[in-house]
C-alpha cells in the first residue's frame, strides 16, 4: 500500500510498498513532553502516526500536544480518559493501538513504543524497523540522563540530530554491555535456556508488530499499578511465537530524570504476583475485551488544527468501534 508522511520540515512524501512505523507515546503529565516530541519529530525516518495516550484528561496535555503539532509541523493524535485512581499503563498502551486501528493503521504496521519522558535518538525509529526486518519484538533501551544533564538538555541539538547531552564514557560502556548481555540472553533462548521473559523488554522504548499484538490481545490490563506488565508482555510474545531483535545500543532514547515511582526492587511491584502466575500467551483483557473504563476520547491535531474526533466504543465482540462524540462530553 501507498502512505503519506510528514518530514520534519513538515512536507508530504509517499514511501510505497512497506508496513507503517506507528509511534505510540504513553504519558500521564507534561513534564518532558514537548522535548520527547522534537526528537520524535527529528527523526531520519519519521513515523507514519503519532499517538500520545495518557492515562487522564488533563487539559494541559491537549492544549501541549496542539502547539507541538504546530511548532514541529507534524500531526499528532491524542487518546485521553479520566484516570481511575489506579495505574493502569496496560490499558493506557492498548487504547493507543484501538486509535491505530480506528484511525486507519495498517495491518502489518510495527508499533515502536516509547514513554513521555523519553526523547528519542535520531536514528530510533530507523533502527526499530530495519532491526524488525525478521523479528516480531525489538528490543531498544535507554541513556538515564542525570539531573544536571536534563537541566541542561540542548534542544538545538536534538534538532541537528544529536544528543540532548554530553554522554559520558560510563553511560555508553553501560548501555554496550547491556547489549551484550541481550544477546547473550537471546542465544541461550534460542537453544531453549533462557528465562521465559527473556531478554525482557523495557517499556520506554521497544517496538511490537500489529499482528503480534493481536495475536496475545496486546497488553494485558489485569496488571493494574505499577511493574511486571512489561516481563509478562514479553514472556508472552515468546510464548506466542514472537522473535526478538537486539537492539539495546542502537535503538536509543534519552531519559529525562524525574523523581521515580518504581518500587525498591522488582520482588515488590504490585504486579509480580500475577506475573508469576504463567498465564496464557493471550490475555483475556486486553485490546479486544477491555477492563471497564470511561470511552477513551481521540483528538487529531496537524500543524495546531484539530482535524479529528471521535470516542471509542466497545462493540458486542468486545473490539473497538468509532462512536461520535457526544455534546455533552466534549469540553466548551
Same mark, same amino acid.
Given at each position: ?14 514511501? =510505497? ?42 487539559? !494541559?496535555?491537549? =492544549?501541549?500536544?496542539?502547539? /507541538?503539532?504546530?511548532?514541529? #509541523? ?25 486509535? @491505530? #486501528?480506528?484511525?486507519?493503521?495498517? =495491518? ?7 514513554? $513521555? ?6 536514528? %530510533?525509529?530507523?533502527?526499530? *524497523? ?10 531498544? +533501551? ?14 538545538? %541539538? ?29 542465544? @541461550?533462548? #534460542?537453544?531453549?535456556?533462557? #528465562? ?16 503480534? @499484538?493481536?495475536?496475545?490481545? $496486546?497488553?494485558? !490490563? *489485569?496488571?493494574? $499499578?505499577?511493574?511486571? *506488565? ?11 511465537? $514472537? ?21 525498591? =526492587? ?8 500475577? +506475573? ?43 473490539? /473497538? ?12
Amino acid at each position: 500500500m501507498d502512505c503519506l508522511y510528514r518530514t520534519s520540515g513538515g512536507s508530504l512524501r509517499v514511501r =510505497s510498498d512497506v508496513s507503517e512505523i506507528a509511534l505510540a507515546m504513553t504519558t500521564h503529565t507534561t513534564r518532558h513532553l514537548r522535548r520527547s516530541l522534537m526528537g520524535v519529530a527529528h527523526q531520519s525516518r519519521p513515523p507514519d502516526r503519532v499517538v500520545v495516550s495518557c492515562d487522564n484528561h488533563l487539559p !494541559e496535555i491537549e =492544549s501541549l500536544l496542539r502547539e /507541538c503539532s504546530a511548532e514541529f #509541523k507534524i500531526p499528532i493524535t491524542q487518546v485521553r480518559r479520566e484516570h481511575q485512581n489506579e495505574c493502569r499503563l496496560s490499558q493506557v498502551r492498548n487504547n493507543a493501538v484501538r486509535a @491505530l #486501528k480506528l484511525l486507519g493503521a495498517a =495491518s502489518n504496521s510495527r508499533v515502536v513504543y516509547l514513554d $513521555g519522558d523519553c526523547c528519542p535518538a535520531r536514528d %530510533a525509529v530507523a533502527t526499530h *524497523e530495519r532491526a524488525g526486518a525478521r523479528a516480531e519484538l525489538v528490543i531498544g +533501551f535507554r541513556i538515564e540522563l542525570t539531573p544536571e544533564q536534563t537541566d541542561d538538555f540542548d534542544e538545538p %541539538a536534538v534538532q541537528r540530530g544529536d544528543a540532548p547531552a554530553e554522554i559520558t564514557a560510563d553511560q555508553r560502556r553501560q548501555l554496550s554491555a547491556r547489549d551484550t548481555r541481550y544477546r547473550q540472553q537471546l542465544f @541461550l533462548r #534460542k537453544i531453549g535456556l533462557s #528465562k521465559p521473559h527473556k531478554p525482557k523488554l523495557l517499556g520506554a522504548n521497544f517496538s511490537v508488530t500489529l499482528p503480534m @499484538l493481536d495475536r496475545i490481545n $496486546g497488553f494485558d !490490563e *489485569e496488571f493494574i $499499578g505499577y511493574g511486571a *506488565e512489561d516481563d509478562d508482555a514479553a514472556r508472552r510474545i515468546y510464548l506466542g511465537g $514472537g522473535r526478538a531483535a537486539i537492539a539495546v545500543r542502537d535503538a536509543v532514547v534519552f531519559h529525562q530524570w524525574h523523581p521515580t515511582r518504581a518500587a525498591a =526492587s522488582w520482588d515488590q511491584a504490585p504486579g509480580v504476583a500475577r +506475573f508469576r502466575m504463567n498465564l496464557p500467551f493471550r490475555c483475556a483483557h486486553g485490546i479486544v475485551n477491555e477492563i471497564a473504563q470511561p470511552s477513551p476520547e481521540v483528538v487529531v491535531f496537524d500543524n495546531g488544527r484539530e482535524i479529528e474526533r471521535f470516542a471509542i466504543g466497545t462493540n458486542a465482540n468486545g473490539a /473497538c468501534e468509532r462512536r461520535i462524540m457526544r455534546p455533552e462530553l466534549r469540553e466548551a
